[in-house]
């Protein structure tokens, strides 16, 4: 999406509404540095506070996403564009959520080791040895409910047996047997079990 023209099409709109960026603002419950963010296409508005703000412009969010008005003609490739590049946005977010949970579990191990290997080799007394390699467990325990939601939410599982692609729960998840990111789990959609692969696309 282009972020600039959405944020000149916004100025526009307030401007033919008659509105300042601190009116709008104020009928969005929001700050004045909000809107400008927005209008010199440094930020999107929040999906939140989309239709309340294409409400106080007087368009759709078809016409806001696209950063003009959509005419009839044009509606329904414009709202295909729109969907594509949500899911390319989507796919691009996904590959860097899961290159976070790589970054935190190599993180989590680099501490534990460090400190795994402190405790073994450095002379000290035996309590300081233990909270040393108890220590060093506690990025991994604070980190691992994160990683797993990560796991779960960015991309989707393909059923090894139908091609099903879907995004479990949280707790399938949780207790699925795992190789990796190949998790051993139920297919919604035939019920049956087997080892499944993350997939960034759907299609
Ligand atoms: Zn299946």
């Keep these: ?5 959405i944020g000149q099409f916004i100025k526009d709109c307030r401007n033919k509404n008659n509105l300042t960026q601190m009116q709008l603002a104020e009928k969005l419950g929001i700050t004045d540095r909000a809107v400008s963010k927005w209008e010199n296409g440094r930020a999107m508005p929040d ?3 989309m239709l309340d703000l294409c409400k106080e412009l007087k368009i759709t969010v078809n016409d806001l996403l696209s950063g003009e008005v959509v005419t009839m003609d044009n509606y329904n490739e414009n ?12 796919e691009k977010n996904d590959k860097l959520l899961l290159k976070v949970e790589i970054l935190m579990g190599v993180v989590c191990i ?4 460090s400190l795994t290997i402190i405790a073994s080799y450095v002379q000290m ?3 300081l040895r233990v ?19 990560i796991e779960q939410i960015a991309g989707y599982y393909e059923c090894k047996e139908c091609g099903h692609k879907y995004v479990p729960k949280y707790s399938s998840v949780f207790y ?8 051993y789990m139920k297919c919604p959609e035939c019920n049956k079990r087997s080892w499944q692969k993350k997939v960034i696309n759907k299609d």
């Design 1 to 5: 999406m282009d972020q600039v023209k």
């Design 47 to 49: 999906s939140a506070i």
């Design 79 to 90: 709202s295909e564009k729109i969907i594509l590049e949500m899911v390319k946005e989507k």
């Design 110 to 113: 680099i501490i534990m080791l």
């Design 125 to 127: 007394e035996e309590w």
């Design 131 to 149: 909270l040393l390699i108890l220590i060093g467990f506690a990025p991994i325990v604070v980190a691992a409910p994160f990683m797993l939601k």
């Design 176 to 183: 699925a047997m795992h190789i990796n990111r190949t998790r």
